[in-house]
């Protein structure tokens, strides 16, 4: 059974940047059989797609971040991770790490808890 | 991006009630359509894959139907433990998007 978890600073001053990581176990973050993925999900409100890592690093991003994103994988520690930079206010959110099934399902079968991260000075 | 239309937003509903969630793409996405159910402080929860997959685990009260643009996520007999917002998402392009959730409470 694939776990995944969240980790990392919680507050985040504006116009820095914004570091978490997700550890998986249970599969491996090389695995051609799935996408690796961050989303978030601002209080109250909607989930939003922030991108995905597959196979041997390569990703792709929701247009709307822009060039502030980009994902990395660690696969000796079997975790993947999320730099977000020049954060606002608007990017207070629970970021969650997911995990999405490449093959019938196609669907995002497993996720972290989620991860509370405030943008505020 | 592919738009997704949630409705209703929300509704009140009684144990034992028949409920019926729609979701419309701005475009055809052929069955590339999941369901997610999620309760305050969690993460979302895998129901439904490809329109009408029932996620193992999953009772079987629930069921999802439709095609192209138009699906439906019901909830044939709701018990307590089905009061939530539930989402619908595509997969057919990047990126994927979910509709604004319909949240289901207790009348």
């Known amino acids: 059974q694939v776990q995944l978890e969240e980790s990392g600073p919680g507050l985040v001053k504006p116009s820095q940047t914004l570091s978490l990581n997700c550890s998986v176990s249970?599969?491996?973050?090389?695995?051609?059989?799935?996408?690796w993925n961050w989303l978030r999900q601002p209080a109250g409100k909607g989930l939003q797609w922030i991108g995905r890592l597959y196979g041997s690093g390569t990703t792709n991003y929701n247009p709307f971040f822009k060039s502030r994103v980009s994902l990395s994988g660690d696969a000796t520690k079997n975790q993947f991770s999320l730099s977000l930079t020049s954060v606002t206010a608007a990017d207070t959110a629970k970021y969650f790490c997911?995990?999405?099934?490449?093959?019938?399902?196609?669907?995002?079968?497993?996720w972290g808890q989620g991860t509370l991260v405030t943008v505020s000075s | 991006d592919i738009q997704m239309t949630q409705s209703p937003s929300s509704l009140a509903a009684s144990v034992g009630d028949r409920v019926t969630i729609t979701c419309r793409a701005s475009?055809?996405?052929?069955?590339?359509l999941n369901w997610y159910q999620q309760k305050p402080g969690k993460a979302p929860k895998l129901l439904i894959y490809t329109a009408s997959d029932l996620e193992t685990g999953v009772p079987s009260r629930f069921s999802g139907s439709g095609s192209g643009t138009d699906f439906t996520l019901t909830i044939s007999s709701l018990q307590s433990e089905d009061f939530a917002t539930y989402y619908c998402q595509q997969t057919y392009s990047t990126p994927p998007t979910f509709g604004r959730g319909t949240r289901v409470e207790i009348k």
């Open positions: 249970g599969e491996s973050i090389t695995s051609s059989g799935y996408y």
């Open positions: 475009q055809s996405i052929r069955n590339f």
């Open positions: 997911a995990r999405w099934a490449i093959g019938e399902a196609y669907s995002f079968d497993s």
